[in-house]
């Protein structure tokens, strides 16, 4: 099956991974033969742990089945993490690190703590590290097609809509900020990866930005993603992920396919948002609920 009506190639000139844009047997083969060992960094904090037994057992199913896999599970309680069953070639290590009052930071500080471990141990461990949010599933095929230096993947939220609606950082004094005219793709912080000096650079660069705004007492509106954003933009990855790689839930995911005209074009539904229950997952200090973030606040799902 051929896409026509899809991009498949960026601007620059890089890949745009869909269904049908790759041929897996070859790639596999490939990555064999190089003995290519992949780094998948997760952040299970707080109440977040509670999706880490999903979302192993279906990355054991789905995530890069046949290759080297090393699961890196960063948490504040190591003794929490539910103890998977893994496949041959596979291992998870549990790193411990610090909480924050609030989820933002939590998010935010992921940047720091990838860039950290990159440069202590990542880079004698693995060739490739893919950095993904934990509120997750795997429901189809994520392999090597996916690795590359340096990749991004698209936000189905914003596929095809004009770069003036995406939702970037626009305050000129924020370090994330880009202009009204300014832009290539709007990426998703849940999923971006590459090689690990490439890694390195880009969780380095974000978290100092990141910093540089805190002393100035501005935080991006969205957050990690929106320096994430500005890091793309001046350092085009050379593969882009596009939104089979992050999708919403099933039921949410019909719905928004068929606003954006997505569910035409998905072919193949791999990585998937879990609707959070927010007052329970996000019952924090100092978190005010907004309007949108309704529920009971006793379960990790949302009811509706
Ligand atoms: C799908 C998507 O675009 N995801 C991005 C989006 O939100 P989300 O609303 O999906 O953010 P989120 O609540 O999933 O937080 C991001 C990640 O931080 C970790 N975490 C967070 C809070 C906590 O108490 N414990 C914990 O472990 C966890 O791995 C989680 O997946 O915006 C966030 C920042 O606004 C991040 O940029 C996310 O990557
Ligand atoms: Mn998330």
């Given at each position: 099956?051929?896409?026509?009506?899809?991009?498949?190639?960026?601007?620059?000139?890089?890949?745009?991974?869909?269904?049908?844009?790759?041929?897996?047997?070859?790639?596999?083969?490939?990555?064999?033969?190089?003995?290519?060992?992949?780094?998948?960094?997760?952040?299970?904090?707080k109440r977040y742990?509670c999706y880490?037994?999903?979302?192993?057992?279906?990355?054991?199913?789905?995530?890069?089945?046949?290759?080297?896999?090393?699961?890196?599970?960063?948490?504040?309680?190591?003794?929490?993490?539910?103890?998977?069953?893994?496949?041959?070639?596979?291992?998870?290590?549990?790193?411990?690190?610090?909480?924050?009052?609030?989820w933002?930071?939590?998010?935010?500080?992921?940047?720091?703590?990838?860039?950290?471990?990159?440069?202590?141990?990542?880079?004698?461990?693995?060739?490739?590290?893919?950095?993904?949010?934990?509120d997750?599933?795997?429901?189809?095929?994520?392999?090597?097609?996916?690795?590359?230096?340096?990749?991004?993947?698209?936000?189905?939220?914003?596929?095809?809509?004009?770069?003036?609606?995406?939702?970037?950082?626009?305050?000129?004094?924020?370090?994330?900020?880009?202009?009204?005219?300014?832009?290539?793709?709007?990426?998703?912080?849940?999923?971006?990866?590459?090689?690990?000096?490439?890694?390195?650079?880009?969780?380095?660069?974000?978290?100092?930005?990141?910093?540089?705004?805190?002393?100035?007492?501005?935080?991006?509106?969205?957050?990690?993603?929106?320096?994430?954003?500005?890091?793309?933009?001046?350092?085009?990855?050379?593969?882009?992920?596009?939104?089979?790689?992050?999708?919403?839930?099933?039921?949410?995911?019909?719905?928004?396919?068929?606003?954006?005209?997505?569910?035409?074009?998905?072919?193949?539904?791999?990585?998937?948002?879990?609707?959070k229950n927010m007052s329970y997952i996000r019952t924090?200090?100092?978190?005010?609920?907004?309007?949108?973030?309704?529920g009971?606040?006793?379960?990790p799902?949302?009811?509706?």
């Amino acid at each position: 099956d051929t896409q026509p009506d899809v991009p498949v190639l960026t601007p620059w000139l890089a890949p745009i991974v869909w269904e049908g844009t790759f041929n897996i047997d070859l790639l596999d083969e490939h990555f064999q033969s190089q003995n290519v060992t992949i780094g998948l960094t997760v952040f299970a904090v707080k109440r977040y742990i509670c999706y880490l037994t999903m979302f192993l057992q279906t990355a054991e199913i789905h995530f890069m089945v046949g290759h080297r896999v090393n699961y890196y599970v960063f948490t504040d309680q190591p003794d929490n993490v539910p103890r998977i069953l893994l496949q041959k070639g596979r291992q998870m290590v549990i790193l411990k690190v610090q909480s924050y009052a609030r989820w933002q930071d939590i998010s935010m500080r992921r940047m720091e703590t990838i860039s950290i471990f990159s440069q202590e141990r990542f880079h004698r461990e693995v060739n490739y590290l893919v950095c993904v949010d934990v509120d997750m599933k795997f429901r189809d095929h994520v392999g090597v097609e996916i690795l590359s230096s340096l990749f991004g993947t698209l936000h189905p939220g914003y596929y095809a809509i004009g770069k003036q609606f995406f939702p970037y950082e626009r305050n000129p004094q924020s370090q994330a900020s880009i202009l009204e005219n300014e832009g290539d793709f709007y990426y998703t912080a849940a999923f971006f990866g590459g090689s690990v000096p490439e890694v390195y650079r880009l969780t380095k660069a974000c978290h100092q930005a990141i910093m540089m705004d805190q002393a100035n007492h501005i935080e991006a509106v969205w957050h990690d993603e929106s320096h994430l954003n500005k890091y793309l933009l001046y350092h085009k990855p050379t593969k882009v992920l596009s939104p089979e790689y992050m999708c919403h839930t099933a039921e949410e995911c019909i719905w928004f396919q068929n606003k954006r005209g997505l569910s035409t074009i998905v072919k193949r539904v791999r990585f998937v948002t879990l609707q959070k229950n927010m007052s329970y997952i996000r019952t924090d200090e100092g978190s005010a609920q907004t309007g949108s973030e309704k529920g009971n606040g006793s379960q990790p799902y949302s009811s509706s």
